[in-house]
């Protein structure tokens, strides 16, 4: 999350600042333009002597070593990182010891070794990094510079390790999954931390700097950090920030939209994840009302362009006023949900394309029967069209949760999980029903 970071000060140098391995898995959320610290060694914290792990300003990555401000250690990848909805694995072998140049620093992306790069300087051989030296802090999400900190990670972490005096490949840290023949993370991997060694799982919500090592190498939290059920192993759906909808900003992950244009009607968000067969339900905060009560949210195909009005005449389109008329490709009915939707409110959407139906619900109550499958919004979504949640925000306020469990930052009250036991959601799931994630539409879509 933007404007919070991690810290931790060593009490002494560790085992090496030769030979290190850092492993992390991290997610995007807004692509700022700007650089965006994965992971910093700050000595004097003057930005001029320090290890630094970069997403670009051109959204590549960017490893460096610098002492008094020239780059012993410089390598910047070919490859950009600009998918908001795909964790990253990244893993940083180093081992400044060995007579090959290119063999003293190794860079592994989900598993495979990065060989593209725009610069590859590499060390001189027995180069001390700044890493892991007594009293200079490891920083995680910023820039530490006194003239100038910032440059904050915006995006979710997972799995983070450094390990102090041993190199690892990425084969120590993760595995492809034998059925999905996707990169996945090794929940335990078996390797040595070292005296500065250190492993965030951010797994305890109330304390997300906990070292899991066995080192007690605990980070303090600055800022507000969210803990989120989006994860390596199972991916959830966010709202997209790679469509270029006008007038519309994004946070919390991308599930908060904030409009800025109570005109602009021919506009439309979708979510990252679509949907061709099976149940899912999301749950959606009417946060802002804005100038009018013509904002929506719904389902729409995922083909619907940012520049489409869902309450025209669009097929498949099934989306709620909050004037609280429902548009169904075109066609209104007015007073749909019985009370019209106020600040605060939640709207629930259960989507079946097993049977083609949408239906949705005020703070809890839905109308129709979603589980006995009758009182539709709408029967007749298109068999086999790929389908997604969507939103006009115009100069409102929404935010979503597919399952994260938190409105924005605040956690949902009641924790209610879907038919798979997964997800977080303020009101009971229908049965039958599930959380918009990867794990749920490789078993149920």
Not at 185 to 202: Q, R
Not at 255 to 275: E, I, M, P, Q, W
Not at 334 to 361: E, H, M, Q, R
Request: glycine share 10%; charged share 15%.
């Amino acid at each position: 999350m933007a404007s919070t970071y991690l810290k931790r000060t060593p009490a002494g140098a560790g085992d090496s600042n030769r030979i290190f391995t850092l492993s992390l898995w991290f997610k995007r959320a807004n692509l700022t333009g700007a650089e965006q610290y994965l992971f910093e060694c700050n000595e004097a914290a003057d930005n001029n002597d320090n290890f630094r792990v970069i997403i670009g300003s051109g959204e590549n990555l960017t490893i460096q070593d610098t002492e008094a401000n020239v780059s012993n250690l410089d390598l910047r990848t070919n490859r950009l990182f600009r998918d908001t909805s795909a964790w990253y694995h990244l893993v940083l072998e180093v081992d400044t010891t060995q007579a090959t140049s290119s063999d003293r620093a190794k860079l592994y992306i989900n598993g495979v070794q990065e060989t593209s790069f725009s610069t590859s300087t590499y060390p001189s051989q027995n180069y001390d990094t700044n890493v892991s030296q007594s009293g200079e802090p490891f920083i995680i999400g910023r820039r530490e510079s006194t003239a100038s900190p910032g440059s904050y990670f915006d995006g979710s972490m997972a799995h983070y390790h450094f390990i102090d005096g041993t190199a690892y490949d990425a084969s120590s840290f993760g595995e492809t999954d034998a059925t999905s023949g996707i990169w996945k993370p090794k929940t335990s991997p078996s390797v040595t931390y070292g005296t500065n060694g250190f492993f965030l799982k951010f797994q305890d919500s109330s304390a997300l700097g906990d070292d899991s090592s066995g080192n007690t190498n605990d980070f303090t939290l600055n800022g507000s950090g969210t803990q989120t059920l989006d994860t390596p192993s199972n991916v959830f759906s966010t709202m997209n920030p790679l469509v270029p909808t006008a007038s519309l900003a994004f946070s919390n992950g991308n599930t908060t939209l904030t409009g800025s244009n109570d005109t602009l009607f021919a506009s439309n968000n979708n979510s990252t994840l679509g949907v061709s067969a099976g149940k899912y339900y999301a749950e959606v905060e009417y946060d802002t009302a804005g100038g009018n009560t013509s904002p929506t949210v719904g389902v729409t195909p995922i083909t619907t362009s940012a520049t489409t009005n869902t309450t025209g005449s669009v097929t498949d389109a099934v989306v709620i006023r909050m004037d609280n008329d429902l548009y169904v490709e075109g066609a209104t009915t007015s007073a749909y949900l019985g009370s019209t939707p106020s600040a605060g409110d939640i709207i629930g959407i259960a989507l079946d394309l097993d049977n083609g139906k949408v239906w949705f619900s005020l703070n809890g109550t839905f109308v129709g029967d979603p589980v006995a499958g009758t009182g539709a919004a709408f029967d007749g979504i298109t068999s086999g069209e790929i389908m997604c949640f969507c939103t006009r925000a115009l100069g409102a306020v929404f935010k979503w949760n597919f399952g994260n469990g938190y409105f924005g930052t605040t956690a949902v009250a009641s924790a209610e999980s879907d038919s798979a036991g997964l997800g977080k959601f303020e009101y009971s799931v229908p049965s039958g029903y599930y959380a918009l994630c990867t794990k749920n539409i490789a078993d149920y879509g």
